[in-house]
Structures are given as C-alpha cells and as structure tokens.
C-alpha cells in the first residue's frame, strides 16, 4: 500500500510539472470602469486568480504609454494578489494600457491580460451665453440659452455643460471648483448639446454662469455671472380723452403706458416696446414708446381698445405667445354724435292750464338732454331778445316753462324754444309741431274780482279800543260767477314791518270772512293768488286802527299847599315790543271845570310802559280848587296806537 502511494506521489508531481503555464487573469477590471476618463493619475486594478491548479504564486504588471514604451513596471509582486493599487500614471493625459500576468509555484508565467487607464486632467476651454437675452417676459419661458462652444476641448472630449441660475451671483454650477460630478452636469449629450432652458424665474434678477465639462469630469473656468432680468408684469395702460357721455365731435383719445420693470424705452437689443390703440377691431394704431394717440370722428358707439408692450415683451393684447395667454386689452367706449336734435313746440294749450309752455325734443342717436334747454318769450314783432321762462319740471324728451301771461300786457306774444341732447348738440324752433308759429294772445286767464271790508259794514278804515279784534270779510268773483273752494290770504302789516299772513277758504257763494286777533293797528289785505286759469286778485287796503290804552292813579286825593308830594303813577298799554326803547312818551295834564285840558308835564315810561311822577303844590290859588288830572300818550313815531288818555283823577288841593 505504501509502495502504491508513493508511486501515486511521484505521479502527480511529475504531471504538474509537465503541465501548461498560468492563463491570463480573468476579470481584470479598474476602479472606476475602463471607459471613464479620470483627472486622477492614481488608478487601481483588480482581478481574479485561477483555480488552485496550478497554484499562483506571483502576479506581475507594467503600464505602457500609446506607442507602446513601458512607462511603469514591470513589477512583480510575490504573492497571489488579486488587486494593485496606487499605481501612478505619468502627467501627460492619455489613454494608457496596464498588462497583469500571473506566475505559479514553479516560476512559470502565463501571458498577460489588459486594461486602459484613462486619464486627462486639462481644463476645457471657457464657455457663455452667446447672446445675453436682455429682459425677459412672462411667455419667453421656457427660456433657451445657447452656449458657446469651447475652442480648447482636452483628450478625454466635452461631457457637456453645467449652469447655474441663481439670485445669488456668486453661485457656481459645481459643488468643487474645477471638478464636477455626472449629477452636476445639466447637458450631458456632448460638446454639441449647448443649449439650455430656463424653466422659470421669478420676478427680479437672476445671474447665470456655466462651465464647460471635459470627459473627466474636469470644469472650465466659470463664465459670467450673466444677469438674467424678468418681467412678468403687464404694463399699465391709461386712456385719456375718452368723454364720459356723449361728444358732438371728433375725439382724440391718447394711451399712456407705464411700467415698473423692464420700461417702455427701446433696449440695447433692438427690442420696441410700444402703445397702440384699436378702435371697433380694426387694426391698431401703435407708436413706440410709452404713448400713442388716434382720432376716433364717426356717429355712433364705438369701442376702443388700448394696450401696450414693455422691454420685456408683456403685453395685455389678447393673444398668446410660446403657449401662454395675454389678458384681454382695457377697453373704453366713445360716443359721438353730431347730428342735432328735432325740436317743436306742442300744437295746443292744455286745457285749464293756458300758461305752461311745452315743447318736444327728440334725438335718434344720444337723446335729449333733460337738464338743458329752455324757453322764451317776447311781444310779437317787437324784434326783442326773447327772455328765458321759468323752467318747469318735465319728462325726458320734453321742455316746459311757464309764462306769467298777468305780467305782461295784452297783446300777441311769440315764443321760441331751445332744446339740447345729451352730445350737447343744440336745435331751437318758433313753430308748433303742426308747422304753424307759437303765437298766444294775451290775456290767457279769466279775470278775478275781490272785494273786501272791516266790521259788518265792510268798511275800508275801522277804530277798535285796545285789546278788541276786528273782522275781516268779502268775497271772490270772476264776472258775476262766484268762486268757491278757493284760497285766499289775509296779510296784516305793522308799523315796525312784521307781516302775519292768515289762509282761508272761499264759502259756496265766494264769500269769506276772519277774525283778526287783538293787537297794534295794522294795514289789512286781501289777496288771491290765482291759479292755472284764473287771475291774479288783491282787495283795496283796509285800515284797523287801535286806541292806546292809558292808566294812572294818585298817591291821595287831597294835595296840601306847600306839603308833601302827590305822586303819580300808571302805566300805558302796548302788545310785547312795541314799547320803544327810549320809553312811551306821556303827557301829564290838568284841568279845572269849564277849562280845556292843559299839559303841566311830559315824561317817558320804562321798557315796560309803566311810569311814576312825584308833584308838589305851591300856588296858594290851588287852596280850595278841585283839580282834574290824567295821563295821555300822544302819537309817536313808530308808536302803532292811535293817540290815548286815562280816565281823569280828582284831586283837591288845601
């Protein structure tokens, strides 16, 4: 048995030996992939070794530049290793190829298995917008950026491009300056994948930069920040000369744009804001700039839409553009009419009211102006002005007035109207609807009689005493046709000019009648007003005389010669305020039998009529004589009582 083993020992050594070299090691692979150009010079390969048989002992490489000379290696390293890392390549960017051989246990090698190690750390050349896009609107996104294609392009090619869009200009597009990632680069298709849209931006300024990206992932120089301006506001757009009603002319009408962002002047680009106006749809009249002005001459209703266009190309017109809406322009109406209005006087007189005036104002387009117009009237073929009626309260579309025909003297009488419509045209006539002139003769109204009277008597002057009313009475006629159920006022006119004005009502037959209260003398009237077919009337001037009313009295009855006083005092009647503020005048008189009376003294009341008088007697003569005294309030200017005495006093004198 142990002669069988060893034989069998013997046996395999002898057929290792015989047998073939190490195969190439499969799987070689670098970190990082073997199509991936690397701005590292330090890469690391790996594979794996064969099975056991035959055993590795040894694993050799070595680099060779693209012309073949061995640049690293080779090297041997004396173990089975399956990787090798921190290999170096030279400085020089290039596609190099690393060789991995094995060696077994009986120093044999097997042929070598290769890999490319790519590497280029240059820096592309510098890329930019090509054109800065100056002001940017609200349908210029999505907003292409094209950029220049770099004229230096490394070993390893452009990967593409990497922008930034930003508030912030100092924001770069790669996290680490001169290097960025796959996921960093916004357009990966190539040197020839340069153009970049803007998704949206909001109001303000935005900055731009970007870089080139070589193979390696190694960036360009950052370009810019290039300033990105939006404007997504509309302009502001105001519409001047439009009329508020109606015109009855041509009307230029100016539009006015402002804008807070981009502006209204021409930019650097070449780039026109403008304003412009359309009127009934017809094509716009524009003008660069912030303004622009058109007529608008033809009757009728016409619409007239205005708008504008800012720097960057906002604009309310209606439309669209890159698939997003314009809101609809402002729009304004202007009203033009210039035709005047047909204008007659009515045909007859309404009955019961011969003096309102009426004409008719009839307008197609604008219709009549109720607030203006008027109508006038003077003697026929007197070739005066005609004086404007008072105007009258009346329906759209008609013009009254009425003529106080009692003013004027009889006789014929022309009138003329003067009518407007709302466009502020104007149309006067003399004629009637019918054709014929607005002629009315004069009088108009049937003629009023009133009488009137004081007391039962009717009498034009009555005296009452102080304190008593009197009666006022008459009646109203016009012919020998009384008039019943008609006003009539009662005017009471006093000295110191207040006026008290009573209203009553004519009786079935005309008559009327009124108690005036107590008070001053006055001057009674009557009068009628008239009405829309009856004259004007006024009685004759009634005179109501008042008698004053004058009090006094003693301090006694006897009076000593050469002794104490006799006092007198008393007080004169007046209604409130009547008194005047100087005080009443009275005079103080005597009288003995058979004797006229005499005034011994004159003095004025207080405020409020009353007044006092002390008198002392000295003449002996007055011993045994029997005196009458009184106080009498003579006429006085202002004083609205007719003249008065008190009942005489008897005194005695001893």
Partial sequence: ??????????????????????????????????????????????????????????????????????????????????????????????????????EDAGGRTGAAAAATLRFDDRRPGETSPLTAPGWVGRTAFPLPIRLARPERVPLSGIRGYAVSVSSDPARLPCAVTGRCTEAEVDLDGGIEDDTYAVRDLPEGTSYL????VSGSGVASVESGPVALRVDTTYPTTTLRGAPGGWANRAVEVTATAADGGSGMLAGEDGARPFTAISVDGAPPVTAAGA?????????????????????????????????????????ALVRIDRTAPLLSFAND??????????????????????????????????????????????????????????????????????????????????????????????PLKEKTDLVAGLGEQAATRQTVAFGDGALV??????????????????????????????????????????????????????RFAGDESLTRAASRPLEL???????????????????????????????????????????????????????????RTDRRGRFRYPYRFSDDDSRGA?????????????????????????????
């Fill in 1 to 102: 048995v142990r002669t069988l083993a060893l034989a069998a020992v013997c046996l395999l050594t002898a057929t290792a030996s015989a047998g073939a070299e190490p195969p190439p090691p499969p799987d070689l692979g670098v970190d990082g992939g073997q199509e991936d150009w690397r701005p590292s010079r330090v890469f690391r390969l790996f594979w794996t070794n064969p099975p056991a048989n035959p055993a590795v002992s040894a694993v050799h490489y070595r680099v060779r530049s693209r012309d073949g000379a061995t640049v690293i290696g080779p090297v041997r390293l004396p173990w089975p290793a399956t990787d090798v890392d921190g290999i170096e390549v030279p400085a020089r960017p290039g596609a190099y190829a690393a060789e991995v051989w094995l």
């Fill in 209 to 212: 930069r970007a870089v080139s």
């Fill in 291 to 331: 303004s622009v002005r058109t007529t608008v001459a033809g009757e009728g209703t016409h619409r007239v839409a205005y708008y504008a266009r800012d720097l960057a190309g906002n604009v309310d017109d209606g439309g669209s553009g890159n698939g997003v809406a314009n809101p609809s322009p402002r729009t």
């Fill in 473 to 526: 009475r008459g009646r109203l006629t016009t012919g020998s046709r009384p008039l019943a159920s008609k006003p009539v006022e009662v005017v009471e006119r006093y000295v110191d000019g207040k006026t008290r004005v009573s209203s009553i009502t004519t009786g079935p037959g005309g008559n009327f009648a009124l108690r005036l209260p107590a008070g001053p003398s006055r001057e009674v009237g009557v």
């Fill in 545 to 603: 005389e008042v008698r004053g009313m004058v009090r006094m009295r003693t301090s006694a009855r006897t009076a000593k010669v050469g002794g104490a006083p006799l006092v007198f005092a008393g007080r004169v009647g007046a209604a409130a305020g009547t008194i005047p503020p100087e005080g009443k005048t009275v005079e103080l008189q005597f009288r003995l039998p058979g004797l006229p009376w005499r005034e011994f003294r004159t003095i």
């Fill in 626 to 654: 029997r005196f009458l005294f009184r106080a009498y309030a003579p006429a006085q200017g202002g004083w609205p009582y007719e003249p008065a005495g008190s009942r005489p006093v008897a005194v005695r004198g001893r």
């Fill in 349 to 442: 007189q309404q009955p019961g009211r011969p003096e309102l005036i009426r004409a008719r104002v009839t307008d197609p387009l604008s219709g009549p102006d109720g607030s203006r117009g008027w109508i006038g009237v003077r003697r026929l073929g007197s070739g005066d002005r005609f004086a404007p009626l008072p105007a009258r309260p009346a329906p759209i579309g008609e013009l009254h007035a009425h003529w106080d025909s009692e003013a004027y003297p009889d006789g014929e009488y022309e009138f003329r109207a003067v009518g407007f419509d709302r466009a502020g045209n104007s149309a006067a006539t003399r004629l009637r609807a019918s054709g014929g002139p607005m002629v009315l003769s004069n």
